[in-house]
């Protein structure tokens, strides 16, 4: 299935030769990020032989590696490096580059500085800033005059924060978690400033059903635990669960009135997250591991034993490794 995306996006870029690429991240930012650069594209450039691909840090490497195109303007928005692979994204550029493309790469996620500083002289434009969201980085270099694009960047926002202020975005990460066919739906629909409407409406409510039981079902089995600082937290359970995983916690950390949780979302990968406006700094449990993300919400991997590998295997889902019960030990510890 993957291949043949490819092979498909590889012919459309062949027979389509767009003029601009838009190489954009997979979630409510990323869509959003490529809806504000449409808008752009559309209305201040009046141009129509554009294109856009969903990519994550590690296919990105491949795709640029992979891109048969010359004399386009390519935009990189949402994506970051990911530290393995900067010599082959170099590397690529460095080819792109010399196909008479140019590159313009728009971020807010945390740079190596040497490597940010090394690309800055192969690209045409460089944003990588601090910001709530990349969606914002690029409303504010292109599209800082265009009601549309405020609103598409307030979603950006809300999503990338975690804050869930509005429906939409809640909406919008549960539909794109579930299904990558609405990442061209509810792109081609902020484009046009539309952003709610009877199917996002009716499969939204659909999957709601099913996660408020996930919810339930967890908070009946749920205890709560205590740090040495008194800060309340639970463990949640989360493999296999196919809904976007930040958002299951903060609803369970609401119900259960705890200060933060700790997500098993595989058998060897752990999240952390705040309750909405709860201060727990929960980023130096992740850097230990050697993981990262935000002081609110975090994330990193653990080694398992060969031991626990097959007990999981035999146990299944419910089963929680060892290695996992002493990292909620770290935490009780050191939070
Ligand atoms: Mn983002």
Redesign the pocket.
């Known amino acids: 299935m993957l291949k043949l995306r490819k092979i498909i996006t590889k012919l459309a870029i062949y027979l389509r030769k767009p003029r601009i690429l838009i190489i954009t ?1 997979r ?1 409510t ?2 869509v959003a990020c490529a809806s504000i650069l449409i808008r752009y594209i559309k209305h201040k450039l009046h141009e129509d032989k554009f294109m856009t691909i969903f990519s994550g840090p590690t296919s990105l490497p491949k795709i640029l590696e992979s891109l048969k195109i010359k004399n386009a303007r390519i935009f990189i928005c ?1 994506i970051s490096p990911n530290i393995s692979e900067e010599e082959k994204i170099l590397r690529a550029i460095l080819r792109l580059k010399s196909g008479g493309n140019n590159i313009e790469w728009i971020d ?2 945390e740079w190596r500085r040497e490597f940010k500083d090394k690309i800055s002289s192969e690209v045409s434009k460089i944003i990588v800033d601090k910001a709530p ?2 969606s914002r980085l690029i409303f504010q270099e292109y599209m800082h005059d265009d009601e549309v694009s405020l609103k598409i960047m307030k979603f ?1 926002d809300d999503a ?1 924060t975690l804050s869930d202020n509005f429906k939409e975005t809640i909406a919008y990460r549960i539909l794109l978690f579930t299904n990558s066919k609405w990442r061209k739906y509810l792109m081609n629909k902020f484009v046009q400033g539309i952003f709610w409407d009877k199917e996002i409406e009716e499969t939204f409510k659909k999957h709601l059903l099913k996660i408020d039981l996930i919810i339930q079902k967890i908070i009946d089995k749920s205890k709560i635990l205590e740090t040495k600082s008194g800060k309340k937290f639970t463990i949640i359970n989360l493999r296999g669960i196919n809904y976007p995983k930040s958002w299951i916690a903060g609803k369970v950390a609401e119900k259960l009135n705890v200060d933060f949780t700790v997500v098993i979302r595989k058998m060897n990968a752990i999240s952390l997250y705040c309750r909405k406006n709860s201060k727990v700094n929960l980023l130096p449990i992740a850097l230990h591991y050697g993981g990262g993300g935000h002081a609110f919400a975090c994330g990193f991997r653990i080694k398992l034993s060969f031991k626990s590998l097959i007990l999981s295997l035999i146990l299944g889902k419910e089963y929680i490794p060892e290695e996992i019960w002493k990292v909620v030990e770290k935490v009780k510890n050191e939070i």
Do not use: I, K, P, V
Request: no cysteine.
């Open positions: 991240h979630d930012d990323g949402d807010h996620h969201s990349t950006g990338d």
